[in-house]
């Protein structure tokens, strides 16, 4: 039997109540469809940092660098605002996705049919929504050096943080994004600000050249990033896949939550490059939400985004297709049936905790998968 290693790193807040309504999937999927999943768990985020003084231990890293995929909750919180800025807990999440080299980060925003009145937006705008962010994730200005605060002397400091793109870490994205676009609508447009910017000056230079190169049946758009956040929120149907840098990506993404109704529901995908002699690429998978401390501990949180953080983990991982599908279903199914946690509660539903939703989307999977 094929054996698939899975690192489970929880994290803080939600992370571990989400968590554990995936660990009930993995379980039915091992008993009853003989998925082979050999999970094993580490400590990220807050959690690490209170019990080794780093948001990630050495063997922990070592672990994610060995398992075939690394499913993570969310990390951060109050408790630790205070705490040095390198061993934070965002930094555990950043040196995961730096050392694990998982430049591309897929954040797919879809609209399910029964939460369109959930949106801030009117539902004509958001029905059958279905877009794909493509962010840049290892380099810009998260990483980018020097990175620094000096005290000037005078009473004033002065913080830097560095915006660098080479071709290449350009043009990588770029093809993803391309070829993510063959197997949907066949439109990319890349986000950047080439008006202020040299780093989005190289970036449109590249897309277009790669464009013209190899890619020249997908129809491809430039925008402005400002403008671009201005779009998704008046008319976010015009797009099929956006990608674009670091920070703007994680911006756009979060506003692309909003449009489907809660950030409770935005799964994503982080990953390397395929590996030249298996083909296989390292790959982490996280809801786009945090650990929101304002609903951690209450059993309320929606625990969608991490379930189809999984689907999308089965489907790019281990090309189980079908069973990504069905868990997909089974989360619009349950939708459709009037069942939501709060985030996304509208009148005449039946309102859930993190614990009934897990179960409601399980039995529904396993109904499916027969
Ligand atoms: P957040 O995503 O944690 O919360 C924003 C709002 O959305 C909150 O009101 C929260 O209750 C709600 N929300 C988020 N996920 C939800 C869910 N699954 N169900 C229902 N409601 C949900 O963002 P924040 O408050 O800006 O950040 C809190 C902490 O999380 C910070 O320390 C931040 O750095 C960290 N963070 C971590 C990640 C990650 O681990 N990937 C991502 C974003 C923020
Ligand atoms: C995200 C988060 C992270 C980011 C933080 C927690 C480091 O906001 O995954 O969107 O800024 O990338
Ligand atoms: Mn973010």
């Known amino acids: 039997m094929t054996v698939r290693k899975l690192f489970l790193l929880p994290g803080d807040g939600i992370g571990p109540e989400a968590m554990n309504e995936v660990r009930k999937i993995i379980s039915y999927m091992n008993s009853a469809l003989s998925a082979g999943f050999e999970t094993d768990e580490g400590l ?11 948001a990630i231990s050495e063997a922990d890293m070592g672990k994610a660098m060995a398992a075939d995929a690394v499913l993570f909750g969310a990390v951060g919180g109050p408790k630790w605002d205070g705490v040095d800025y390198d061993v934070r807990p965002e930094a555990g999440l950043l040196r995961l996705r730096k050392d ?3 430049f591309a980060n897929l ?10 009145a959930s949106s801030s937006l009117k539902p004509e705008l958001v029905e059958g929504l279905d877009i794909l962010i493509i962010r840049e994730l290892t380099g810009g200005v998260y990483f980018g050096e020097p990175k620094t605060i000096t005290d000037l002397g005078n009473g004033q400091k002065r913080a830097i943080d560095t ?28 986000m950047e600000k080439r008006n202020v910017m040299k780093s989005g000056v190289l970036w449109n230079q590249v897309v277009t050249a790669l464009h013209k190169e190899k890619f020249s049946d997908v129809k491809l ?39 489907t109704g809660s950030l409770g529901m935005l799964p994503s995908a982080s990953l390397g490059a395929p590996d030249g002699k298996t083909g296989k690429r390292k790959a982490l998978y996280e809801p786009v939400h945090g650990s929101a401390p304002d609903i951690a501990g209450k059993g ?25 599908e069905a868990l997909e279903k089974a989360i619009a199914n349950v939708l459709d049936k009037g069942i939501r946690t709060g985030d996304i509660m509208s009148e005449g539903c039946s309102q859930v905790g993190t614990v009934e939703m897990g179960d409601a989307i399980l039995s529904e999977f396993q109904s499916l998968m027969g």
């Open 100 to 102: 694990l080299e998982l």
């Open 163 to 190: 915006q660098v793109y080479d071709t290449y870490e350009i043009e990588r994205i770029s093809a993803v994004a391309f070829e993510l676009a063959r197997t949907r609508r066949n439109a990319v447009c890349s």
């Open 107 to 116: 954040r797919p925003a879809i609209c399910y049919p029964a939460l369109a």
């Open 221 to 259: 758009e430039h925008m402005l990033a400002d403008a671009g956040g201005m779009q998704l929120v008046r008319a976010p149907k015009q797009f099929d896949v956006i990608v674009t840098d670091n920070l703007f990506g994680d911006m756009l993404s979060d506003v692309a939550a909003m449009l």
């Open 44 to 54: 990220v985020g807050g959690c690490a940092y209170d019990a080794h003084g780093a």
């Open 300 to 324: 309320i949180a929606n625990p969608i985004a991490m379930i189809a953080s999984f689907a999308m983990c089965l489907r790019y991982s281990f090309a189980m297709v079908a069973e990504a």
